[in-house]
């Protein structure tokens, strides 16, 4: 199994930078399809962003594309969403998910990952 927390999360004005992190523990986490969601209040749940393990093919939702980045570090067992030019918008719970067999069309479903984070709270002001 694999167990992930998040942190990084907090309060910056529109325009500024955050970098998230994941923490996963599991002997298996490089094997690990990672992906980033985002919930705002009254929102359904939304794909962020998604990296497969060897990090060579990653997948954005349109609306951060060109602002976000994810990327990972198999030897610390961390996933990283680092996040720019960030807009009032971006306001939502963040949330970091892994499955062990992720197929590529399926990655942007929320509902195809096994784990969760408890999420982390990134609130962008104008």
């Known amino acids: 199994q694999v167990q992930l927390v998040e942190s990084g999360g907090r309060l910056v004005q529109a325009g500024g930078s955050l970098r998230l992190s994941c923490a996963a523990s599991?002997?298996?986490?490089?094997?690990?399809?990672m992906g980033w969601f985002r919930q705002a209040p009254g929102l359904e749940r939304e794909f962020v962003a998604a990296?497969?393990?060897?990090?060579?093919?990653?997948y954005y939702a349109d609306s951060v594309k060109g602002r976000f980045t994810i990327s990972r570090d198999n030897a610390k067992n961390t996933v990283y969403l680092q996040m720019n030019s960030l807009k009032p918008e971006d306001t939502a719970v963040y949330y970091c998910?892994?499955?062990?067999?992720?197929?590529?069309?399926?990655?942007?479903?929320?509902?195809?990952?096994?784990?969760w984070g408890q999420g982390t709270q990134v609130t962008v002001s104008s």
């Open positions: 599991g002997r298996s986490f490089s094997s690990y399809v």
């Open positions: 990296i497969s393990w060897s990090g060579g093919n990653t």
């Open positions: 998910a892994a499955d062990p067999s992720m197929d590529p069309s399926i990655a942007t479903m929320a509902s195809a990952y096994d784990y």
